[in-house]
């Protein structure tokens, strides 16, 4: 039997045997949703195209449809929380794992959402015209989270190291942007970088 079989073998074995864990973050989600719905997010598009897809980071579309380059980000969110869950958590079964990248994601989507964070992106990024996802888009990231997570543990350390540095580097080859970039932003932007971003 070859190593990716064996690896899909036990990742079916592992979360077939905690459906408590699945029902927990059910839970989760649909408490993050109801968060959103509190904050005013819109449940799609204000603008009413209902393509699943927005490509163009400069546009009202830009997070408010269910996939968009940022989705990318959160993937990768998911494979560097796979790692640092592992290294506090390794004992715990992977499905309990998979709930606490579940809920770091579902708080981050609740608090990138409050109005300080959205004006922090608009003044401190290049999202200027970001208004807030769409719960819709917000729901699509923490489900883009938890694929990063087990695309984490399908691949193993080594192979996630390069799997993240591959897409952090098409992201900045296509949109000027990626999840370390945005980090760094946010905690300490820098001109010179945001100018880049932006074509200048």
């Known amino acids: 039997m070859s190593d990716t079989s064996s690896t899909n073998e036990h990742l079916f074995r592992e979360l077939k045997a905690n459906p408590r864990a699945f029902l927990a973050m059910a839970l989760v989600v649909v408490a993050a949703v109801l968060a959103l719905n509190v904050e005013g997010r819109v449940w799609w598009c204000p603008a009413g195209d209902l393509a699943p897809w927005a490509w163009n980071i400069w546009s009202q579309h830009n997070s408010q449809h269910i996939v968009d380059p940022y989705s990318f980000t959160h993937i990768l969110h998911g494979v560097g929380e796979f790692w640092l869950i592992y290294l506090v958590l390794r004992r715990w079964p992977l499905a309990w794992r998979l ?5 770091i994601a579902s708080t981050w989507e609740v608090a990138e959402n409050a109005s300080f964070m959205i004006e922090r992106y608009r003044t ?74 932006t074509g200048g």
């Not at 709930?99 to 809920?103: E, F, K, Q, T």
């Not at 769409?134 to 193993?156: E, M, Q, R, V």
């Open 99 to 103: 709930l606490v990248s579940v809920m």
């Open 124 to 197: 401190e990024t290049i999202s200027f015209d970001y208004f807030g996802d769409s719960i819709i888009n917000s729901i699509s990231d923490i489900l883009c989270c938890a694929g990063g997570f087990l695309i984490a543990y399908k691949l193993g350390f080594w192979k996630s190291v390069a799997f993240f540095l591959a897409t952090e580097a098409i992201l900045i080859v296509w949109i000027r942007d990626s999840l370390l970039i945005n980090i760094l932003m946010l905690i300490y932007p820098i001109e010179a970088i945001k100018h880049w971003q």
